[in-house]
């Protein structure tokens, strides 16, 4: 089955610093999602991409889908206490339009 | 509630009982589906339903795993026999339908402890 490899696992940073995380895969898909986890919660979709190439911001995140359509990228500005969790990439697949396929996470930890 | 509910959030059993962990999507949401999350691990797909139908189990860990949705609201999965290694929380999802561009919106999620 198709399987996204996301990186890194894990990131400390410090408040105000930027941060990236990717997600690659072998196999192509056609939309990427980022969502975020706190804990005891479930994942809340943050930034959505349909288009190869497209680049799309929400706020202070910014996300890409690539233009292989094998890989995307997020990038937090600025960041705040508030942006600690674990971040999630997932992808859908052609003809398997609902199963979400999804990366192990990185867990940001931001050190006010 | 405006959300997805699950019940019970937490849940600790003997090995070899069953269980049945409960989903309440959102109002109008024809679209349900049910995921696995291991410590540590992204989210694993096990089943979809479409109104109260799942036309592909395959996503489902074993036989032990069983779902399903009445009234095209409510959805169970029950596992029988548990193990301990379906210990994991499950999380449950729903969407207006199922399309690639409706976006997928989660529920807190039942932690499973099996002893």
Known sequence: GQQLNQSPQSMFIQEGEDVSMNCTSSSIFNTWLWYKQDPGEGPVLLI????????TSNGRLTAQFGITRKDSFLNISASI???VGIYFCAGLTR?????LTFGKGTLLTVNP | GAGVSQSPSNKVTEKGKDVEL?????????????????LGQGLEFLIYF????????????????SAERTGGSVSTLTIQRTQQEDSAVYLCASSFQLTST???????????TVL
């Not at chain 1, 959505?48 to 680049?55: D, F, N, R, S």
């Not at chain 2, 109008?28 to 696995?36: I, K, M, N, V």
């Not at chain 2, 409706?102 to 499973?112: E, K, M, S």
């Open chain 2, 50 to 65: 479409q109104g109260n139908s799942a036309p592909d189990k395959s996503g489902l860990p074993s036989d032990r795993f």
């Open chain 1, 95 to 99: 003809g398997s339009n609902y199963k």
């Open chain 1, 81 to 83: 206490p508030s942006d």
């Open chain 1, 48 to 55: 959505a991409l349909y288009k190869a190439g497209e680049l």
């Open chain 2, 102 to 112: 409706d976006t997928q919106y989660f529920g807190p999620g039942t932690r499973l």
């Open chain 2, 22 to 38: 409960r989903c309440d999507p959102i109002s109008g949401h024809t679209a349900l589906y049910w995921y696995r999350q291991s």
